[in-house]
């Protein structure tokens, strides 16, 4: 049981959820389109979590070598899973099962490629070369948030294609926004570990621009993710029940006016992480299931 555990931990099996809500979103807006192949859905999920999973233990890995995570104090959403500096599992063990993740990755790729058109091959091609690169050569060069950003749209886009055979300005918008939704996620995560990573010699983007100028550029990703929502609704390219996401504006609110007045302890910083994890999370769920309301009939714009 406590390897199980151990693997639960270092996948960070509950940060799965915003890879789940990009194939989710792709799936519904090609129902939404009167498109829903179950067998390529079930398929494309196993791939993209495959991704994501290895990207996770790959950066748990890469994080340990670097001697980052020795140096951080773990918090539920910051500075590693602690499993391997804890001796739970061995380093080899966990760069190998990132390995053999992204593998499978791959070969759902290949798969899809043959089964539902070339398109998959180029989006799979620079997903795992993102995901391998991604610890040591994107986040030190402040490409993480940018990553996480172009994987968002990418899944959307590609969950789509698979489902249709066809590219839309829907999921490529949608896949978009999830994408900014996410990148907020770890903009805000990496602000506990800001000394250990620059002890290490990873230089993102809250290193580069130090915390105090990028607790006061945090606010861009809501504004820009709120007005995203309120264009796509204007253009229909997203729909109404998209503005149910407003629900969620008060805990954005509160994370911009606390982050500049909290001190950089992590402890202090968690229920600011937790909110935001949540807030966007949930954003992304509203706009995922917004494209079943006219799939049904409901609130057709």
Request: glycine share 10%; hydrophobic share 50%; aromatic share 12%.
């Amino acid at each position: 049981m406590g390897g199980l555990v151990a693997w639960a931990r270092v996948i960070r099996v509950r940060f799965l959820a915003a890879s789940l809500i990009a194939v989710s979103a792709g799936l519904t807006i090609a129902y939404k389109d009167g498109s829903f192949e179950p067998l390529y859905a079930v398929v494309t999920y196993v791939g993209v979590l495959s991704l994501h999973a290895s990207v996770d233990l790959l950066n748990d890995y890469f994080d340990f070598v670097q001697g980052i995570d020795t140096r951080t104090v773990r918090t539920p959403f910051s500075g590693g899973t602690g499993v391997l500096t804890e001796g739970a599992l061995a380093p080899s063990s966990v760069y190998r099962a990132g390995l053999v993740f992204l593998a499978i990755g791959i070969g759902v790729g290949v798969y899809l490629a043959i089964f539902r058109g070339p398109l998959v091959l180029p989006l799979v091609a620079t997903a795992s070369l993102s995901t391998y690169f991604y610890s040591t050569k994107l986040a030190n060069y402040g490409l993480g948030e940018l990553f996480i950003a172009i994987k968002g749209m990418m899944i959307v886009l590609g969950t789509y294609y698979v489902q249709t055979l066809s590219i839309e300005i829907e999921p490529l918008f949608a896949g978009s926004l999830l994408g900014i939704l996410s990148a907020s996620v770890l903009y805000l995560n990496e602000f506990p570990d800001y000394e250990a990573d620059k002890a290490g010699g990873r230089k993102n983007l809250i290193v580069r621009l130090g915390r105090e100028k990028a607790a006061a550029l945090f606010k861009i990703f809501p504004i820009l993710s709120y007005s995203l929502i309120l264009i796509g609704i204007w253009f229909s390219v997203l729909h109404l029940a998209a503005l149910l996401s407003f629900i969620v504006l008060p805990l954005y609110l509160r994370n911009i006016r606390n982050l500049r007045l909290v001190s950089w302890d992590g402890a202090r910083l968690v229920p600011l992480l937790a909110r935001n994890a949540l807030s966007s999370r949930t954003v992304g769920v509203i706009i995922t299931l917004s494209y079943l309301f006219p799939a049904v009939g409901l609130l057709v714009p």
